[in-house]
């Protein structure tokens, strides 16, 4: 067993920290839209093509290493709408249709997906199925060589500022995991309508919205896989966005443990640093037990996934849910540490908590991964 980074990882990590760093470090997170500027550095940095093939432009990584530039991103970047934004467009959207989509498909969409001059999002939940994503309102009704595309997809991050959305409809009512199929649609098409921006807790930097599909048509090669497929298609790149996109939150707690250790060394009171206070240094030995911790399950769901072993599915839940779990703890120990600086905005401390907060939730809640988990423990 190799704990070591290969010397091309960790180049490849250095350069992202440092040009992320360069480019997109002590910028504010901006409220409510994706700006376009920021977009474009990330895909200069090739961040929005990271695992599409380079056939199509993109850097034809594997988890792992995908995951490992989404770390440096997350850790250079304090605009965590914009890295999430990034990952989400890469993993829920692109992924699908570089591992699902026909060669037209992939040829008319992939080289603009991983060159950042079209941005994906996925659009799958719904007002009455969030968790439970078998029970689709949204449907597709075969009518020749088109789809119908009827009903209201109701939270779908970068849907405002999207140029494709990968959509989920029901196919076959009444079938369950068999009745779902998998659409990539174009935002311009006759019938779609996207909301302004949801206002949100965090995340500014990543627009959400409502998606209306009013009688859309769309040809059968916009249907990813076959008819029925949609669910797999989802739970693959559910495990892509899992596995990869928590790297973010990884390196966002490395950026937020190097503060937390500065502060501590620097504020004085009582005449002495506070790091002096074992309250204040084990707070911090815990949050570094917390981020290590997760850091290697994280690792570990991504290597699984890249080997195609059995119970990679178990594994990226694990890590999944521990770094979303260690996330919302260790930014809540970051403001307690900050003291009252830690609540002002100005601090730049309690953006963590913001945009750690939905961790739990988004690419399925912490009760669902466990409940995959359960399964693969064999309950
Ligand atoms: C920041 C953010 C970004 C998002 N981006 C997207 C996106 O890009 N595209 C998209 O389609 N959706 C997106 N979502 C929506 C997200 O996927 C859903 O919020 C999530 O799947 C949960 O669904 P829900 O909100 O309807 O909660 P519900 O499913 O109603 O769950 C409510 C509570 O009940 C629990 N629960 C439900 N079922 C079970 C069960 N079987 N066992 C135990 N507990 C259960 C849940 O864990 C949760 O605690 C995003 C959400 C957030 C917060």
Same mark, same amino acid.
């Given at each position: 067993m190799?704990f070591?980074l290969t010397a091309e990882?960790?180049r490849r ?6 040009a992320?760093r360069?480019?997109l470090?002590?910028?504010?997170a901006?409220?409510g839209h994706?700006r376009r500027?920021?977009? =474009?550095?990330?895909? =200069?940095?090739g961040?929005?093509g990271?695992c599409l093939p380079?056939?199509?432009g993109?850097?034809?990584l594997?988890?792992?290493d ?5 770390e440096a991103f997350?850790r250079?970047c304090?605009?965590?709408?914009l890295? !999430?934004a990034?990952s ?9 249709i570089?591992?699902?989509g026909?060669d037209?498909?992939?040829?008319r969409?992939l080289?603009?997906l991983a060159?950042g001059?079209?941005?994906a999002?996925?659009a ?11 029970r689709?309102?949204v449907s597709a009704? =075969? ?5 119908v595309i009827?009903g209201?997809k109701? !939270?779908?991050s970068?849907?405002?500022d ?5 959509t989920?409809?029901?196919t076959?009512p /009444?079938d ?5 199929s998998?659409?990539?649609?174009p935002?311009?098409s006759?019938?779609v309508?996207v909301s ?13 919205g409502?998606v209306t599909?009013?009688e859309?048509?769309?040809?059968v ?9 949609g669910s797999?298609i989802f739970?693959?790149?559910m495990?892509?966005e899992?596995a990869?996109l ?9 950026d937020?443990?190097?503060r ?5 060394r620097t504020r004085?009171q !009582? /005449? =002495? ?5 074992q ?7 815990v ?5 290590e ?13 890249d080997e195609?072993q059995?119970?990679y ?11 979303s779990e260690?996330a919302?703890?260790?930014?809540l120990d970051?403001i307690?540490?900050f003291?009252g ?9 309690e953006r963590y908590?913001?945009?750690s907060v939905?961790?739990?939730?988004f690419?399925?809640t912490?009760e669902?991964q466990?409940?995959i988990i ?6």
């Open positions: 190799d070591g990882q960790q990590y250095a350069e992202i920290l440092n992320t360069e480019q470090g002590g910028i504010g901006p409220a994706l500027e920021r977009w =474009r550095a990330a895909a =200069r940095l961040l929005t990271l380079a056939e199509y993109g850097g034809s594997g988890a792992l995908t995951a490992l530039c989404l997350g250079g304090p605009d965590t709408g890295v !999430f990034v989400a467009h890469l993993l829920a959207g692109a992924v699908a570089r591992d699902f026909s037209e498909v992939r040829k969409f080289p603009g060159a001059e079209l941005i999002a996925n799958i939940t719904e007002e009455e199925a969030g968790s439970d994503t078998s689709l309102a009704c =075969r009518d020749g060589d088109d789809y009827t209201e109701s !939270f779908a970068n849907a405002p999207a140029d494709v959305l990968l989920y409809a029901t076959s /009444g369950g995991f068999l009745g779902t998998a659409f990539v649609v935002v311009g006759p019938g309508t302004e921006p949801l206002a949100k807790m965090g995340l500014g930097g990543c627009p959400a409502r599909f009013r859309c048509r769309v040809s090669s916009c249907r990813l896989g076959d008819e029925g497929q797999t739970a693959h790149a495990a892509w899992r990869c928590f790297a973010a939150y990884v390196g966002l707690m490395d937020q443990l190097e937390c250790i500065a502060r501590a004085r !009582f /005449g =002495r640093p506070i790091a002096r206070f309250a204040v240094s084990h707070r911090i030995a949050m570094k037990q917390r981020l911790g997760s850091r290697l399950l994280l690792y570990r769901g991504c290597w699984l996934l195609q059995p119970g599915a178990g594994a990226i839940a694990l890590g999944k849910v521990a770094v260690a919302v703890a260790n930014s970051a307690q540490i003291g600086n830690g609540y002002l905005a100005s601090a730049g401390i908590l913001r945009d939905p961790t739990t939730l690419s399925g912490t669902i466990r409940e359960a399964q693969e423990a064999g309950l």
